[in-house]
T-cell receptor, first 115, second 112 residues
Framework: GAVVSQHPSRVICKSGTSVKIECRSL??????MFWYRQFPKQSLMLMAT?????????EQGVEKDKFLINHASLTLSTLTVTSAHPEDSSFYIC???????????FGPGTRLTVT | AQSVTQPDIHITVSEGASLELRCNYS??????LFWYVQSPGQGLQLLLK??????LVQGIKGFEAEFKRSQSSFNLRKPSVHWSDAAEYFC??????????FGTGTRLLVSP
């Protein structure tokens, strides 16, 4: 149980375009979803926390207008990278949790390459 | 602020040998602690977790970890390493607001 999927697994886009990444909890209702960014050979950095039906809470230094997060249902959250630039190239990982739980279940990640 | 330290960036262990990965945390209250494993290009898989109770925690794939409050540590151990254990290992602490703070990770290499 507690499976989280991400789509797409990898995406290549041109500079200036937008790309959407989906995160789904397949067998549970996720009251909270998290988006992380991971640079090569580095740890995960939390970008934002989203609760279903409310605005996401962004970590300090993360541009909320650039990284749009929508948590429209208890099983789906989306991250849209707007006007992507090469420096946005990274590995993006989502996770989900349900109350009351301190455990997060991670998706397989999405490799974004901006050319 | 809460923090997690994994002092070893990478470790090389011979197949069949024992393994210990170190993790120290800084947190004022009793933490919720986790160990995750990540294979290249993959997401994170939970190995084990500590919330309360017995300080020796058993996980999947033959891993265990021991919570030592006096040392603020949560070291991961395995008695006999397999080549398939080669991966990146992350220690993490939950700060009580469901946020996870991760250590910088330890890359495990397994030699024949």
């Amino acid at each position: 149980g507690a499976v989280v999927s991400q789509h797409p697994s990898r995406v290549i886009c041109k500079s200036g375009t937008s790309v959407k990444i989906e995160c789904r909890s397949l067998d549970f209702q996720a009251t909270t979803m998290f988006w992380y960014r991971q640079f090569p050979k580095q740890s995960l950095m939390l970008m934002a926390t989203s609760n279903e039906g409310s605005k996401a809470t962004y970590e300090q230094g993360v541009e909320k207008d650039k990284f749009l997060i929508n948590h429209a249902s208890l099983t789906l959250s989306t991250l849209t990278v707007t006007s992507a630039h090469p420096e946005d190239s990274s590995f993006y990982i989502c996770s989900a949790s349900y109350n009351p739980s301190y455990e997060q279940y991670f998706g397989p990640g999405t490799r974004l390459t901006v050319t | 602020a809460q923090s997690v330290t994994q002092p070893d960036i990478h470790i090389t262990v011979s197949e069949g040998a024992s393994l210990e990965l170190r993790c120290n945390y800084s947190y004022g209250a009793t933490p919720y602690l986790f160990w995750y494993v990540q294979s290249p290009g993959q997401g994170l898989q939970l190995l084990l977790k500590y919330f309360s109770g017995d300080t020796l925690v058993q996980g999947i794939k033959g891993f265990e970890a021991e919570f030592k409050r006096s040392q603020s540590s949560f070291n991961l151990r395995k008695p006999s390493v397999h080549w398939s254990d080669a991966a990146e290992y992350f220690c993490a602490v939950n700060t009580g607001f469901q946020k996870l703070v991760f250590g910088t990770g330890t890359r495990l290499l397994v030699s024949p």
